[in-house]
């Protein structure tokens, strides 16, 4: 059984590999890329202060809006005004398409969820505590975090990530095979076979690499036939049932 698990292992990493590696190294790490130039093209510079429960944002013309539409037709909206006495809230700058709001002010942050008709509003005077301490955060500061985990953090997060993905596979796939061992070893005992549990748990770890590969094969191909997996294990369990080589 031990080289049987071996060999289904195997099989899981080479799957995993094909079908989660490229999303996982190139797709995450094009997304942060993505990501960190959008913010250094496309976000204004600012300075935000955060003292005795009051927030400033220096260097920044307000009030500052911005809005993205998305293809699927929702949009986000952002308003940000820390100088104005009087601001409106949250809900007076969402409109029917709004996925997401946010509105900041002097006093509090208001969030608005539209896929929830949800509002939250938190002020800052309990972000520290009520102590009124004095903190920064400015457009570079946040820089040099997101080329921090460019450089250094992004190939630990990735391959953290694919073990996960690996991790999550073979508990999935080993989850199949105890489900389809079940199901053959009743199959085989119908057709007068006296196989018991672990012999047939046995083959099905080995049984359950061809559909697995092909079916990896198809998807990378962009191909996708419903019920083949099943299809395909139920073919060679049943040939092997049929073979009665363990009789």
């Known amino acids: 059984v031990s080289r049987a ?8 990493l ?13 797709g995450l790490s094009k997304g942060v890329d993505e990501g960190a130039h959008f913010f250094a093209t496309k976000v204004p510079d600012f300075n935000a202060v955060l003292e005795n ?3 400033n944002v220096e260097r920044l013309k307000q009030p500052f809006v911005y809005e ?11 308003y940000i005004d820390t100088v104005s006495t009087s601001t409106p ?4 700058i ?4 709004t996925g997401i709001a946010f509105l900041v002010n ?4 208001q969030m ?8 939250e509003i938190h002020d800052f005077a309990s972000l520290d505590g009520g102590k009124g301490e004095k903190s920064e955060l400015s457009k570079d500061d946040v820089g040099q975090v997101v080329n921090k985990i460019q450089s250094a953090f992004m190939p630990w997060i990735a391959t953290g990530i694919f073990i996960l993905a690996l991790l999550a596979m073979w508990v999935f796939k080993f989850i199949g095979v105890l489900f389809w061992s079940l199901i053959f070893m009743w199959i085989a005992k119908s057709m007068g076979r006296n196989w018991e549990y672990g012999q047939v748990f046995k083959i099905v770890l080995y049984a359950i690499a061809l559909p697995m590969i092909i079916t990896t094969v198809l998807t990378w191909a962009g191909l996708h036939v419903p019920l083949l997996y099943t299809v395909i294990l139920c073919v060679v369990m049943y040939m092997v049932i049929k073979s009665d080589e363990l009789k």
Request: charge should be negative.
């Open 94 to 97: 969402k409109d029917d398409k």
């Open 14 to 26: 080479i799957v995993t590999a094909v079908q989660a590696a490229p999303v996982i190294f190139y």
């Open 89 to 92: 809230s949250v809900i007076d």
């Open 53 to 55: 429960g009051e927030l």
């Open 5 to 12: 698990l071996g060999f289904f292992s195997l099989v899981v």
């Open 112 to 119: 608005y969820d539209g896929s929830q008709k949800k509002t």
């Open 68 to 78: 993205e539409t998305f293809d699927e037709g929702g949009n986000i909206k952002i």
């Open 106 to 109: 002097k006093k509090e942050f």
